[in-house]
C-alpha cells in the first residue's frame, strides 16, 4: 500500500486490488484454521461456542465483501 497524504489532517490509502484481494485471502484462511480450533474446544466450553459463533459471522462477511469487491470471473 503506498500513502498519500491530501491535507494535514488526512491521509488516504492508495491500495493495489490485487493486494487487497490477497491479503483478504490470507485473513480468511485465518479465521479458517481459527474456527477449527475453536470448533474442538466448543465440544468443552461454551465460551468457545460463542466465539465460535461470531468468528463466523466475521468470516461470512469477510468473505461476502471479498466477493463484492473483488469479483471472481
Known amino acids: 500500500m503506498q500513502k498519500r497524504t491530501t491535507s494535514k489532517h488526512e491521509t488516504v490509502l492508495a491500495a493495489n486490488p490485487a493486494d487487497c484481494l490477497e491479503s483478504l485471502e490470507h ?11 475453536l470448533e474442538v474446544e466448543s465440544e468443552r466450553s461454551e465460551a468457545c461456542h ?5 468468528v463466523v459471522m466475521i468470516k461470512l462477511q469477510l468473505d461476502q465483501t471479498a466477493a463484492e469487491h473483488f469479483p471472481s470471473d
Open 50 to 54: 460463542g466465539i465460535h459463533c461470531l
Open 27 to 37: 485473513i480468511s484462511a485465518s479465521l479458517s484454521c481459527i474456527l477449527s480450533l
